[in-house]
């Protein structure tokens, strides 16, 4: 599996969760809400170390990372991050490999 960020999702984490060079962002399986994939679970995100990276991208030296732990959660499809141009905040789309 492969993490994607677009430039416009990277200029929003820089923006609204003010990261920069080195932070470490974590996306993960959070329960509550629900997914294409998992009734009552959703995807969180957070700034966060790594303890056990399953998969991680780094782009403008800001790493995003799934532990291995949450891997599960994706079956088997890429994550692409993105931005909801008419609310202004972060979306994910699942792709299928």
Excluded: C
Excluded at 9 to 31: C, N, P, Q
Excluded at 32 to 55: C, K, Y
Excluded at 70 to 91: A, G, P, Q, R, Y
């Amino acid at each position: 599996m492969n993490i994607k960020i677009t430039e416009e999702a990277l200029h929003w984490f820089k923006e609204e969760m003010e990261v920069s060079a080195g932070d470490t962002i974590r996306f993960y399986a959070r329960y509550g809400g629900s997914s294409p994939f998992h009734e009552g679970f959703s995807l969180g995100m957070n700034r966060e170390e790594p303890h056990d990276v399953g998969i991680m991208q780094t782009i403008d030296q800001v790493h995003f990372y799934i532990e291995k732990d949450d891997l599960w959660f994706f079956n088997d499809h890429d994550l692409l991050v993105d931005v909801n141009l008419e609310t202004d905040e972060i979306k994910y789309d699942y792709i299928k490999k």
